[in-house]
């Protein structure tokens, strides 16, 4: 059973950031404490579950006025390519659309901008590079 929640306790918070870590900081050779920033403390966390194993994850800003912004959106290494990514960014599109935004955006690693396209977002432009070396793209999505 999939189920999409803020993580409860901290076992889960625990394996939510073992999860940001794994898979959007260790293969860039970073430190840990470098998946987690000062957002976290005002950002709403969404967690996928299959049958209680943790699958995928991601973190929903408010941006500014009617604009949110998706980040750290990350799915378990064994468990890409089955449809995961796609059900946690409907759950964080659902909830920002319920709170009144009409766009969101995100900054997309060059690798995955094929994923985002194919869920309806539109390139805007070459952003940042993260570190230094991970070339990122801005995205948006209008409601």
């Given amino acids: 059973m999939i189920e999409i929640r803020t993580p409860k306790n901290q076992t889960e918070w625990d394996a939510y950031y073992e999860l940001r870590y794994k898979v959007l900081r260790e293969p860039l050779g970073k430190e840990r404490g470098s998946e987690k ?44 390519g089955k449809g995961y990514g796609r059900l946690i960014m409907e759950a964080t599109e659902e909830d920002s659309i319920k709170n009144g935004n ?34 990122h793209f801005l995205m948006e999505k209008i409601y």
């Fill in 37 to 80: 920033n000062d957002g976290d403390l005002t950002g709403k966390h969404f967690a996928l579950y299959n049958d209680n194993v943790l699958k995928a994850i991601a973190r929903l800003d408010q941006a500014e006025k009617d604009v949110s912004q998706v980040r750290f959106v990350a799915v378990d290494e064994n468990s890409q």
């Fill in 102 to 135: 009409s766009k969101m955006i995100l900054h997309a690693r060059d690798y995955a901008v094929d994923f985002y396209l194919r869920m309806d977002y539109t390139l805007v432009e070459k952003s940042h590079k993260l570190f230094g070396v991970l070339q």
